[in-house]
């Protein structure tokens, strides 16, 4: 008897532990990197959990916070609650009991030996199925059916508490990150990175161009078919400039009609190729309207960075410049007739930025 208050005790602790560290997480990434190695914590053969993504809004997150899926494969992405269905129905009491492959295979990403015995607890907030938390021990005594269950329903109780709170949290940045009308970054958005992605072209020595672009006649569309059309341009327009640029490239609607692109590593000629493919994709599009099909064109103005080993310029002078030249650009093929692409340097000291600023210093 004695022995069994001290094991408890000493597993309550353990608990306490867990969830102290669990609450002081800073992100879902954190959160999931905790979890995942917490099986030593427990002296358990294996942790981990199945997470119901059913608009990939995890994936994203975790993606965004530096989580690596492939090298974490405990972590089991569901696209919908179907699996924990077909295998459990609508009941909230965890599964206790020997390793069933039927039953707990899809639960558990295993790459040693199958456990002896598992607990898969379901993770339910406000009437909501999360996933479920999974533990596995090579002991077939470690989980029973006839055991108590209230330590690991409480613990699965904390993580669904702090993975909803971690949820909540993202989604509530990514929204004041996010242009409501056409789902890319804002101008917030732009404020925050356009700092980091300069540091980074300064570390790696590569080249940053950056993109204005400003969709044409935008006010006369207004005018003349009204708002509604108007924002399906901005909508429309907004997706072909997306599909023309990679994955890692960012593009932010900056005011109105423009928008503003940040392309690593990628230089003054690849930069106006890629701006010339953006101004053809736009202008294929067709807006309907009462009359037809209308045509949309977008004049681009570019500007590249271009970093020198050994010279470390502040990086609020090159966002000043990096801006203001692609914008200078942009007047330019607006004044030249619009539906076109200029550089800054077809207007400006052909010298780097990275060399006018030296100079300037």
């Known amino acids: 008897m004695l022995n069994r208050v001290h094991a408890n005790s000493a597993t309550l602790q353990r608990f306490q532990t867990f969830e102290k560290g669990l609450f002081n997480l800073n992100s879902l990434s954190e959160m999931m990197e905790y979890v995942l190695k917490a099986q030593d914590f427990f002296e358990l053969d294996y942790i981990g959990l199945c997470l119901i993504d059913a608009k990939t ?38 599964y206790l ?17 199958k456990p002896a015995s598992v607990a898969i607890i379901p993770l339910i907030r406000r009437g909501k199925c999360l996933g479920t938390l999974n533990m596995g021990s090579l002991d077939s005594q470690r989980f029973i059916d006839s055991m ?30 996010i242009d409501s009308l056409t789902g890319v970054n804002n101008r917030h958005f732009l404020e925050q990175r356009l700092g980091e992605e300069i540091a980074i072209a300064q ?17 006369n569309i207004n005018d003349h078919y009204g708002y509604h059309v108007g924002d399906q341009v901005i909508i429309l327009a907004s997706a072909v400039i997306r599909e023309q640029l990679r994955n890692n490239d960012v593009l932010v609607r900056y005011t109105g009609e423009k928008f503003i692109a940040l392309l690593a590593n990628i230089e003054q000629g690849q930069g ?18 009462p009359d037809g099909l209308v045509s949309v064109t977008i004049s681009i103005g570019c500007s590249t960075y ?14 000043t410049n990096l801006i203001e030249k692609a914008e200078q650009a942009l007047h330019k093929a607006k004044s030249d007739g619009q539906d076109s692409v200029v550089s800054a340097s ?7 930025l990275a060399n006018l600023f030296k100079r300037h210093q």
Request: charged letters at 20%; aromatic letters at 10%.
């Open 272 to 289: 106006i190729e890629i701006a010339q493919r953006i101004r053809y994709a736009v202008k294929a599009l067709g807006v309907s309207t």
């Open 97 to 113: 009991g020997a390793y069933k492959t039927a039953k707990c295979a899809e639960f558990f990403s295993l790459d040693k030996h």
């Open 306 to 319: 271009n970093p020198v080993n050994g010279v470390q310029l502040k990086p609020a002078n090159v966002e």
């Open 57 to 94: 809004e995890l994936k994203n997150y975790l993606f965004k916070g530096g989580f690596a899926l492939q090298a974490n494969p405990k972590l089991i992405i569901l696209p919908d609650d179907e699996l924990i269905q077909t295998k459990f129905g609508h009941s909230v009491t965890p």
């Open 203 to 219: 570390r790696s020595t590569e080249p940053l161009s950056c993109f204005f672009l400003d969709i044409d006649e935008l006010k």
């Open 346 to 352: 077809g207007f400006s000291d052909p010298m780097t």
């Open 148 to 177: 108590a269950t209230d330590f690991i329903e409480h613990m699965a109780a904390v993580v669904g508490i702090c993975l909803e709170n971690h949820l909540n949290f993202e989604t509530l940045n990514r929204s004041s990150l």
